[in-house]
Each structure stands twice: as structure tokens, then as C-alpha cells.
């Protein structure tokens, strides 16, 4: 079956395209020139704020979250052309309040949080209020296998308290970032998958030191920021605890999925953008007597990227598909596999595009240095490429098994 996008979603995606030729494309430059005024180094540009008051005020606003009041009321796939528009731009999800790691943390407010939780901190981050971190991965274990985490969430009377040490945690350095979703394990004695807890820790309590700021290969993604994060004795009340002690596991899980697919529906719309940009350079630059667009070599480079970022947007729109129609659990194969393609054939394109622009593909006048090192920053974010595809295999070889043991039956 062909994915479908629905009416609804084609009529956003016309309204979408408006704002983003009238509005975020002739602000990119003044975006990145407010970002590098002041002495802050991680400080919210103006346009930004502007930009969101236009993008409310026009209903483009929180068009993610399926199933979902608090959303448009589009499905995974009728958001998948929205996200890949947004994509182009490397700060405009933000602009419609569709950024990660927001998105996510929302989501499981929305789904997993009480009432006094989605009052506190859903409310402002759906208003675009507030922003939100997420502190998983940890430095000193493979934080890939989710049970390894060792920062320990302890319940101490109507408290629980927190110690371990966090990093790579995006928005910590945010200037709007008012809550954190912190991983955990409350009980160490569970089986593997119960000993985790998720807690909703503000980044002012006493005991947390922001360590400092970690940088992908010299940049460091402002005004987010990636982080290293200690939390010493870190106190706050039992109510800050999403869904119950042993839940984590079970939340990141529903949490993961549609992260994953939101990142592969940005990577396409960054290729397509990439691959305009490198197309424009190739026709306009003169080496040996003709343009580098009619050199053969570059007929090749181009014709693959075509067609690798094509066959990845279908994959994309079924997988999305698939978890609209199965759920997410049911489309585990598929949401790995886009991860992955999506990284390898983003890479490939930024790559290709570096390279159309030469010597300046790796400044930042086109943006390029920052797309190439944003593709490799995400093939480590959300699993990396050997934990997907452990998961593509043994699911694959499952269906194997199963027709064996049915065959000696």
C-alpha cells in the first residue's frame, strides 16, 4: 500500500511553505548574526521569539503529537512533509515548537505525566514558554543499552534524591530551558528493564552543576548547547516522578520511536537543501573550461543523491505509516531502519555537498561545516548505527525462527 498524505496535511503544508518564503528564509542570516551578538555565547536570537509569535498567531503551531489534543490532529504521516519542511531550516522547527528534544519531552508529559506535571511544565512548553532537556546519556557507560545508566534516584521520605553525572544533553545551556527529564534507576535490584525512573528535576535546585559545554567537532550547537551535567544530592518531591518507580525503560521506549522519526523527516529536508545549494554551486563554478555541473563525475554524485534521498522518503512515509496504523512497537524494524538510512545517506549528501563548495564547503559562509557535523552528531543521538541494526537483525531472523519451529511442528 502507498502512504497517503491526507488533505488536512496537504492544506498545512501549503500554508507552511508561505511562512517559510515569507518569513524564516530572509531571516536565516539575521537568526545567525543575533546569535554571535553579546557576550553570551548561548543566547536566544530576537528574530527567534518574533518568528514564533507569527507562527502561533497563524495556527502553525505544535503540529506534532498524533492522537493528541494538545497537537494539529495530524497522524505521524501527514506531519512527515511538515517536518521535512522545517528541516531546510536548521533552527525552524523551533520557530513552530516542533524542536527536539521539546517534542519528546512533551510527549511524554502529555502521555505519561499527572495532571499537576502537565499543568507545571506541558502547559508552558506547548505555549513555547519554556524549553526542556532530556539527561540520559551518562560518560562513564555505554549509555547505547539504556539498562547501563548508574545515576541513582533514591526515595527518601516525600523526596527523591538524585547523584550521578549526565552529558551530551541538549538545550542545558538554553537560556529558556526550565525543566530537565532525568534517567535513572530507583530500584537496581529489579529486572533489568524496571530498575529505571524518570523525574522532572528543575535546573535551579540546589546539587546540580552544569559542568561545562561540549562541542562536535569545534561547534557547539548554540543557543541549545550539549552539555556535561553533575547532580550531587539533588533533592525533589516524590510527585516529580513520571508514571511510577520502575516505568523509565517503558517510557523512553514510547518516547524513542517518534523522536527517531522526527529526526529521518528533518535529514530529508537538510539533503534537499543541501543537494539545491551544491546543484546551484556546481552550474555557477568554471574548472577546466566548463561548468563542474557538466563534469561526468559530478552527473554521478548527483544522480545518486537524487535517488538515495527519494527511496529514503518512502521508506520514511511507510514507517510513519506503520506506526499510525500498528504502533510504534510493531514498526520497531522500520524506525531502525530509517535511523540508520537516514544518517548514512545525510552524511553522504553532506559530504558530496562539502565538496561541490571545495575549500569553503568547510567555513560556514554556506552553512555546510555545521550540516555535516549536525549529520554525525545525530548518527550518535537516539542509538547508534550498531544498536539499530542488532534490532533490524533479530527481528528479521525471528521470522525465520518462527517458520521453523511452525515447518517442525
Given at each position: 500500500?502507498?502512504?497517503?498524505?491526507?488533505?488536512?496535511?496537504?492544506?498545512f503544508?501549503?500554508?507552511?511553505r508561505r511562512?517559510?518564503?515569507?518569513?524564516v528564509?530572509?531571516n536565516e542570516?539575521?537568526y545567525?548574526r543575533?546569535?554571535k551578538?553579546?557576550?553570551?555565547?548561548?543566547?536566544?536570537?530576537?528574530i527567534?521569539?518574533?518568528l514564533?509569535?507569527?507562527?502561533r498567531?497563524e495556527g502553525?503551531?505544535?503540529?506534532?503529537?498524533?492522537?493528541?489534543?494538545n497537537?494539529?490532529?495530524?497522524?505521524?504521516?501527514?506531519?512527515?512533509?511538515?517536518?521535512?519542511?522545517?528541516?531546510?531550516v536548521?533552527?525552524?522547527?523551533?520557530?513552530?515548537?516542533?524542536?527536539?528534544?521539546?517534542t519528546?519531552?512533551?510527549?511524554?508529559?502529555d502521555?505519561?505525566?499527572?495532571e499537576?506535571?502537565?499543568e507545571?511544565?506541558?502547559?508552558?512548553?506547548l505555549?513555547?514558554?519554556?524549553?526542556?532537556?532530556?539527561?540520559?546519556?551518562?560518560?562513564?557507560v555505554?549509555?547505547?543499552d539504556?539498562?547501563?545508566?548508574?545515576?541513582?534516584?533514591?526515595?527518601d521520605?516525600?523526596?527523591?534524591?538524585?547523584?550521578?553525572?549526565k552529558?551530551?544533553?541538549?538545550?542545558?545551556?538554553?537560556?529558556?530551558?526550565a525543566?530537565?527529564?532525568?534517567m535513572?534507576?530507583?530500584?537496581?535490584?529489579?529486572?533489568?528493564?524496571?530498575?529505571?525512573?524518570?523525574i522532572?528535576?528543575?535546573?535551579?535546585?540546589?546539587g546540580i552543576?552544569?559542568?561545562r559545554?561540549?562541542s562536535?567537532?569545534?561547534?557547539?550547537?548554540e543557543?541549545?548547547?550539549?552539555a556535561?551535567?553533575?547532580f550531587?544530592?539533588?533533592?525533589?518531591?516524590a510527585?516529580?516522578?513520571?508514571l511510577?518507580e520502575?516505568?523509565?525503560?517503558e517510557?523512553s521506549?514510547g518516547?524513542?520511536?517518534?523522536?527517531?522519526?522526527?529526526?529521518?523527516?528533518?535529514?530529508?529536508?537538510?539533503?534537499?537543501r543541501?543537494l539545491?545549494?551544491?546543484?546551484?554551486?556546481?552550474?555557477?563554478?568554471?574548472?577546466?573550461?566548463?561548468?563542474?555541473?557538466?563534469?561526468?563525475v559530478w552527473?554521478?554524485r548527483?544522480a545518486r543523491a537524487?535517488?538515495?534521498?527519494s527511496?529514503?522518503r518512502l521508506?520514511?512515509?511507510?514507517?510513519?505509516?506503520?506506526?499510525?496504523t500498528?504502533?510504534?512497537?510493531?514498526?520497531?524494524s522500520?524506525?531502525s531502519?530509517?535511523?540508520?538510512a537516514?544518517?548514512?545517506i545525510g552524511?553522504q549528501?553532506a559530504?558530496?555537498?562539502?565538496?561541490?563548495f571545495?575549500?569553503?564547503?568547510?567555513s560556514?559562509?554556506?552553512?555546510?561545516?555545521?550540516g555535516?557535523?549536525?549529520?554525525?552528531?545525530?548518527?550518535?543521538?537516539?542509538?547508534?548505527d550498531?544498536?539499530?541494526?542488532?534490532t533490524?537483525?533479530r527481528?528479521?531472523?525471528?521470522?525465520y525462527?518462527?517458520?521453523?519451529?511452525?515447518?517442525?511442528?
Amino acid at each position: 500500500m502507498v502512504p497517503v498524505q491526507s488533505e488536512k496535511s496537504r492544506e498545512f503544508e501549503a500554508r507552511l511553505r508561505r511562512f517559510m518564503d515569507a518569513h524564516v528564509y530572509p531571516n536565516e542570516e539575521a537568526y545567525h548574526r543575533q546569535l554571535k551578538q553579546g557576550p553570551e555565547r548561548f543566547r536566544q536570537p530576537e528574530i527567534m521569539e518574533e518568528l514564533k509569535a507569527k507562527a502561533r498567531a497563524e495556527g502553525l503551531w505544535n503540529l506534532f503529537l498524533p492522537d493528541s489534543e494538545n497537537g494539529a490532529g495530524l497522524s505521524n504521516l501527514d506531519y512527515a512533509p511538515l517536518s521535512e519542511i522545517m528541516g531546510r531550516v536548521n533552527f525552524a522547527s523551533e520557530v513552530f515548537n516542533c524542536s527536539a528534544p521539546d517534542t519528546g519531552n512533551m510527549e511524554v508529559l502529555d502521555r505519561f505525566g499527572s495532571e499537576e506535571q502537565k499543568e507545571r511544565w506541558l502547559k508552558p512548553l506547548l505555549a513555547g514558554e519554556i524549553r526542556s532537556s532530556f539527561c540520559m546519556t551518562e560518560p562513564a557507560v555505554a549509555s547505547s543499552d539504556a539498562t547501563n545508566i548508574q545515576t541513582r534516584i533514591e526515595r527518601d521520605g516525600d523526596d527523591y534524591v538524585i547523584n550521578g553525572r549526565k552529558w551530551w544533553i541538549t538545550n542545558a545551556y538554553h537560556p529558556h530551558t526550565a525543566i530537565f527529564i532525568v534517567m535513572g534507576k530507583a530500584d537496581p535490584d529489579a529486572d533489568l528493564h524496571h530498575q529505571q525512573s524518570q523525574i522532572l528535576v528543575e535546573p535551579d535546585t540546589p546539587g546540580i552543576t552544569i559542568v561545562r559545554p561540549l562541542s562536535a567537532f569545534g561547534y557547539y550547537d548554540e543557543p541549545k548547547g550539549q552539555a556535561e551535567i553533575l547532580f550531587e544530592n539533588v533533592r525533589v518531591p516524590a510527585s516529580n516522578l513520571i508514571l511510577g518507580e520502575g516505568r523509565g525503560f517503558e517510557i523512553s521506549q514510547g518516547r524513542l520511536g517518534p523522536g527517531r522519526i522526527h529526526h529521518c523527516m528533518r535529514i530529508i529536508g537538510q539533503c534537499e537543501r543541501m543537494l539545491e545549494i551544491a546543484c546551484e554551486r556546481l552550474s555557477s563554478r568554471i574548472a577546466f573550461g566548463k561548468p563542474l555541473a557538466a563534469q561526468s563525475v559530478w552527473h554521478e554524485r548527483i544522480a545518486r543523491a537524487r535517488t538515495d534521498i527519494s527511496m529514503l522518503r518512502l521508506l520514511v512515509q511507510h514507517t510513519a505509516w506503520l506506526m499510525d496504523t500498528v504502533g510504534n512497537r510493531a514498526a520497531r524494524s522500520e524506525i531502525s531502519q530509517i535511523k540508520v538510512a537516514a544518517v548514512r545517506i545525510g552524511r553522504q549528501v553532506a559530504d558530496m555537498a562539502v565538496q561541490a563548495f571545495g575549500a569553503a564547503g568547510l567555513s560556514d559562509d554556506f552553512g555546510l561545516g555545521y550540516g555535516f557535523t549536525r549529520m554525525n552528531m545525530i548518527r550518535m543521538g537516539d542509538g547508534p548505527d550498531e544498536v539499530h541494526n542488532r534490532t533490524i537483525a533479530r527481528l528479521e531472523l525471528a521470522k525465520y525462527r518462527k517458520s521453523a519451529a511452525e515447518d517442525a511442528g
